[in-house]
């Protein structure tokens, strides 16, 4: 990995898919509204398995060599980078946007710019689990476990769905890792949601222009349906956990009767791995519920630990935040393992106010961890859904990384739900090599 020694280069794109670097500016990062320098250290070689992307009707910003002066790179579009998973970006791509540009469908846009012939990103890797690295894919492997698994369950509508939606159709690496039998296995129940979040992947509605990224689950399967292909997951793959709550689906806390009763009859046959759900937290009694049921461990997924800017985003139907904080208390008291699935946007996580409130969340909360997640979403459309026009102060991505730590040295890092063996073993072991 080359470390650089000066400023990169920024790219942009001919508006044909054609990218070319543009030796006259040097690359710059935005955060909130404002385009800002990347320190020389905070770029790093775009991982394995990330692309490019161009951004159509905005023009990128970058330095003059010349002048020092920050300006419009006319000579095409602007350019972004999608950052492989266990990867944090700490800038957004900067541009300025034109008046008839199209918002951008849900995926994240981090700064990228070019020097030696490498492509470079400002970001961290924050997981070592190589769990969704994308060269760890086999797609005979993937193909056979297909085949021999629908064969093997028939009338399974959730592994049907797994296979032809999921693994085939949407490449989801949970699904795929599923049909290699190894590691985390999704396991999605819930057509329906209690809230009407801005960037929904799998439900936008009609009068936004933007698709989702997955049609949302169309059947409630049976907790009869859920234990037959799980327990014999979490009997026999390496480093095993299910996990309740995908990307394909509503909020899974509102079938929480049938996955309190699929907990029940696995711990029935194995005691094996580790059961998570992936949530948005809104029915601390459900989930108290299901840790009662044996329940080993909670994601909630939010943007904000700040109530307005969660509720602006998530509009919930009939919860509040409280009721997201409370979920994360009642798996705590369960001795459970309780982890944010934190939507990191620079220039909002990383302002003093949002800081000041995590600190609050994970000492009210007893967090045990926090999974840094790149948010999939247009930025300025973003800002504009939830009304933000001014941030305030910010600290930058990776000292608010630095100083949570600091002063929790307990709170993990990462991007991955964690299996047992991480939980109950040596959390930081290394797991690049499984
Ligand atoms: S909680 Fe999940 S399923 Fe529900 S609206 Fe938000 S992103 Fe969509």
């Known amino acids: 990995?080359?470390?650089?020694?000066?400023?990169?280069?920024?790219?942009?794109?001919?508006?044909?898919?054609?990218?070319f670097e543009d030796l006259s500016l040097y690359a710059v990062g935005r955060t909130g509204w404002d385009a800002i320098p990347v320190p020389v250290e905070d770029w790093i070689e775009l991982p394995e398995g990330?692309?490019?992307?161009?951004?159509?009707?905005?023009?990128?910003?970058?330095?003059?060599?010349?002048?020092?002066?920050?300006?419009?790179?006319?000579?095409?579009?602007?350019?972004a980078a999608f950052i492989p998973p266990a990867h944090t970006g700490l800038y957004i791509a900067a541009y300025e946007t034109l008046p008839e540009a199209p918002v951008l469908p849900l995926f994240c846009y981090t700064a990228v710019s070019w020097y030696n012939?490498?492509?470079?990103?400002?970001?961290?890797?924050?997981?070592?689990?190589?769990?969704?690295?994308?060269?760890?894919?086999?797609?005979?492997l993937i193909h056979s476990g297909v085949a021999h698994l629908v064969k093997a369950y028939p009338h399974n509508r959730l592994v049907k769905h797994l296979a032809d939606n999921c693994c085939?159709?949407?490449?989801?690496?949970?699904?795929?890792?599923?049909?290699?039998?190894?590691?985390?296995?999704?396991?999605?129940?819930?057509?329906?949601?209690?809230?009407?979040?801005?960037?929904?992947?799998?439900?936008?509605?009609?009068?936004?222009?933007?698709?989702?990224?997955?049609?949302?689950?169309?059947?409630k399967p049976t907790a009869e349906e859920i234990v037959e292909f799980t327990v014999p997951h979490l009997e026999t793959a390496p480093y095993p956990l299910i996990s309740f709550g995908q990307g394909?689906?509503?909020?899974?806390?509102?079938?929480?009767?049938?996955?309190?009763?699929?907990?029940i009859e696995i711990r029935k046959h194995t005691g094996k791995g580790s059961i998570n759900i992936n949530t948005n937290g809104s029915k601390p009694a459900a989930v108290q519920a299901l840790c009662e049921a044996g329940l080993n461990s909670i994601r909630v997924s939010t943007n904000s630990a700040r109530k307005h800017i969660y509720e602006a985003y998530y509009r919930p139907n009939n919860y509040s935040f409280e009721d997201i904080v409370e979920s994360l208390k009642v798996v705590r008291s369960y001795n459970g393992w309780a982890s944010v699935?934190?939507?990191?946007?620079?220039?909002?996580?990383d302002s003093v106010e949002e800081y000041e409130a995590l600190r609050k969340l994970i000492a009210d909360t007893g967090l045990t961890m926090i999974q840094w997640r790149n948010f999939n979403i247009d930025p300025d459309w973003y800002m504009g859904k939830i009304g933000v026009h001014e941030t305030g102060?910010?600290?930058?991505?990776?000292?608010?990384?630095?100083?949570?730590?600091?002063?929790?040295?307990?709170?993990?890092?990462?991007?991955?739900?964690?299996?047992?063996?991480?939980?109950?073993g040596n959390y930081e072991k290394d797991f690049a090599h499984w």
């Open 341 to 349: 699935n934190y939507f990191v946007f620079p220039g909002m996580t």
């Open 1 to 19: 990995m080359q470390k650089l020694r000066q400023s990169p280069y920024l790219l942009y794109s001919n508006g044909n898919g054609e990218i």
């Open 117 to 140: 012939d490498r492509f470079y990103v400002p970001a961290v890797r924050i997981e070592q689990d190589i769990r969704q690295e994308c060269s760890g894919y086999d797609n005979d």
């Open 248 to 263: 394909c689906e509503g909020e899974p806390l509102l079938m929480w009767e049938t996955i309190r009763k699929s907990i």
């Open 50 to 79: 990330g692309s490019l992307y161009e951004l159509p009707g905005r023009r990128g910003i970058g330095i003059d060599i010349q002048t020092g002066e920050m300006r419009l790179c006319e000579k095409g579009w602007a350019v």
């Open 393 to 424: 102060e910010c600290i930058g991505i990776k000292q608010l990384m630095e100083l949570i730590h600091e002063e929790f040295p307990h709170v993990k890092y990462g991007y991955f739900n964690p299996p047992m063996e991480r939980i109950q």
């Open 168 to 219: 085939n159709t949407y490449h989801c690496p949970a699904a795929r890792n599923y049909f290699m039998g190894r590691w985390e296995c999704p396991v999605p129940s819930s057509p329906a949601c209690n809230a009407n979040c801005v960037g929904c992947i799998s439900f936008q509605p009609e009068e936004e222009s933007i698709p989702s990224t997955q049609d949302r689950l169309t059947f």
